[in-house]
């Protein structure tokens, strides 16, 4: 039972996707209208975040069968460019967070370039290596960063309607994303390219390129995701935007809602991040940990007994049309 | 920069080299032997190093404690190793052993966190010291040096001069073939899975001797033990014993000249080590 077979599953169909898209905007245009409580909101941008940032990884990891175990570094990356740039130079924080989305890209080519040597767990090793050197980074370099107590960001609006609104664009953006790669040839070539490097190049496809490209959108993207929770929460700290386990966070969001299928991450999202943030809501940020142990174990259960994850039931209860 | 100063710098190396070296060997022999990158390997650690915490307030002897920690970590061990045999253990080094050991590690480690919380935890016993005319020398250190020295020749000698060693050593190169002549695989697997986990609960023991836990400490220790075994190639446990030495020493310099990018540093060299002789590494010992 290899990854790459399990990750096969679930593919999506045009009429259930645009079906799903619809139901998508939908639902969580019609929400704020009815969750009165900003606790609600926030817990349904949450929600949207990690489903963009779980479509990202989904990318790179679960399309193009790259393993990264690092996206935090990307995430990281651009929320502290951000924060630096308008802490330091005063800059306008949309154009400090585009610089910071540039700068995951310009790391994410970086380690788009490695993966044209690494392959399988060593592109895992690697990735995992960058995000703890930027989180050491962070942690010492306290005159620009803050060090450990993290980095404060003023953002000048703080309107929960308006990240709540911002934070929807973001999720559709990477399904469209997403779902434009997915039927694209670029698509095909990434899947060819986890299933068989060596028959993909073969074949003719460069895969160095599809690599290349994958990390950069895949990065990108995490990066706006990063920016966007730096002037939503206000704060950043290096044991959590670098963390690993907001790395692991992202895969299991992923994973539990079905790699490589464009539903999945917003199911793995619902499934993951809703009973995370209750958890903190109710009993507060003291057991945060337990929601953390929840799932470690998620994770443990669902690759054992479902790895192609939750995605692909949906894939049986809306029947794939074949074309 | 005077002479002192230097080998002062290079016995605290070598004296760190020497414990790396146990962590690393026996995370090394769980690569090479039994085909598992283990990402909980660094979470098992920390909690064993919390165990040691948690039991020194009994104030028990040396080996009773040492002992207790074995004993207590048993059901974890059992529970990891039983996950590993069953899914991971000789299946092809994929993504899903990525997967399993790392949601085993986030588990584990949030555990800590809800148990003992977030900040560091130590023994609180003083490090002893002495000077060699102007050199300074760490006495604990020292000692947990030779501990960690001697633990490794006797799992030197028992893979080369036992029965079971050489059973080992014989499903590492060629299982089919060891199971031609009546060894059982399977079994031989759990059991030096069993006995890397009881040299690591000593590990654990040893560094509580001067270091300071907390849930994110595993981290560190994994990413080294890494680094040691990709410089020493993986699989081969005679070169990550000299690695940790080479990586100990440049870790002593780095954290004295240049403090704060002590990580960075040597983080960047495992990324240019896996870039320069990337997965050819992945051969036998």
């Known amino acids: ?323 | 920069m005077d002479f002192t100063l230097v080998v002062t710098i290079l016995i605290a190396g070598l004296l760190t080299g020497g414990m790396y070296s146990l962590i690393a060997v026996n995370f090394n022999f769980q690569v090479g032997a039994l085909r598992v990158v283990n990402f909980s390997y660094g979470a098992s650690l920390m909690l064993a190093m919390y165990l040691v915490f948690a039991l020194s307030v009994l104030k028990l002897p040396f080996l009773a404690t040492l002992g207790l920690v074995i004993l207590l970590l048993l059901p974890c061990y059992f529970l990891v190793g039983w996950l590993l045999r069953r899914y991971v253990v000789f299946t092809e080094l994929d993504d899903i052993q990525i997967l399993l050991t790392m949601g085993i590690a986030i588990f584990i480690e949030n555990l800590a966190q809800a148990i003992w919380g977030a900040f560091p935890r130590t023994l609180g016993a003083m490090e002893k010291g002495m000077f060699l005319g102007d050199i300074y020398i760490n006495v604990t250190r020292l000692e947990v040096f030779v501990v960690s020295l001697i633990l490794l020749a006797a799992g030197y000698l028992f893979l080369t001069r036992t029965w079971f060693g050489r059973c080992i050593r014989a499903v590492v190169q060629d299982k089919d073939m060891a199971a031609v002549v009546g060894v059982n695989a399977r079994r031989v697997a759990v059991v030096a899975f069993g006995i890397s986990y009881c040299f690591l609960a000593i590990g654990a023991f040893l560094l509580m001797m001067f270091y300071s836990v907390e849930p994110h400490t595993g981290g560190s220790f994994l990413t080294m033990a890494f680094l040691i075994c990709v410089l020493g190639g993986i699989g081969n446990l005679a070169g990550s014993f000299a690695a940790s030495f080479v990586i100990g020493v440049i870790s002593a310099f780095v954290s004295f000249f240049l403090p704060g990018y002590h990580d960075p540093i040597l983080f960047s060299a495992f990324i240019l080590i896996i870039l320069i002789r990337p997965s050819g590494l992945f051969g036998e010992a």
């Not at chain 1, 003719?204 to 995701?225: E, F, H, P, Q």
Request: glycine letters at 12%.
């Open chain 1, 1 to 323: 039972m290899s990854y790459s077979e399990v990750m096969t599953f679930g593919r999506q169909r045009a009429r259930s996707v645009q079906f799903f898209f619809l139901g998508v905007i939908i639902v969580f245009g019609l929400l704020p209208a009815l969750a009165a409580s900003s606790w609600y909101m926030h817990i349904m941008i949450m929600v949207m975040l990690y489903a963009t940032l779980s479509s990202a990884w989904n990318l790179l990891g679960g399309y193009c069968g790259q393993f990264s175990v690092g996206h935090a570094a990307f995430f990281g990356a651009s929320g502290y460019t951000m924060g630096i740039l308008m802490a330091q130079l005063n800059l306008n924080p949309f154009l400090a967070a585009l610089v910071g989305v540039a700068v995951s890209g310009a790391l994410a080519a970086l380690v788009g370039w490695s993966c044209l040597r690494l392959t399988g767990i060593f592109f895992s090793l690697a990735t995992f290596a960058l995000a703890e050197i930027l989180r050491k980074l962070a942690l010492f370099q306290e005159k620009i960063t803050g060090g450990p107590l993290g980095l404060t960001i003023a953002f000048p609006t703080q309107s929960k309607l308006s990240f709540y609104i911002f934070a929807l664009a973001l999720m559709i953006c990477s399904f469209v994303v997403v779902f434009i790669v997915e039927r694209s040839k670029f698509g095909y070539y990434c899947q060819a390219v986890r299933e068989n490097e060596d028959a993909a190049k073969a074949a003719g496809i460069s895969t160095n390129k599809v690599k290349v490209w994958a990390a950069l959108i895949s990065a990108a993207l995490t990066g706006i995701g990063g920016a966007f929770y730096a002037a939503y929460i206000g704060v950043i700290e290096p044991d959590v935007v670098f963390g690993f386990n907001l790395s692991i966070k992202i895969i299991i969001v992923t994973i539990i809602g079905g790699a490589g299928t464009l539903i999945g991450p917003l199911l793995g999202a619902i499934i993951v991040v809703v009973p995370d943030e209750f958890i903190r809501g109710w009993l507060g940020g003291a057991y945060a940990s337990w929601s953390g142990m929840i799932y470690g174990a998620m994770l443990v259960v669902i690759i054992l007994v479902r790895p192609n994850g939750l995605g692909a039931f949906l894939h049986f209860i809306i029947p794939a049309k074949r074309d």
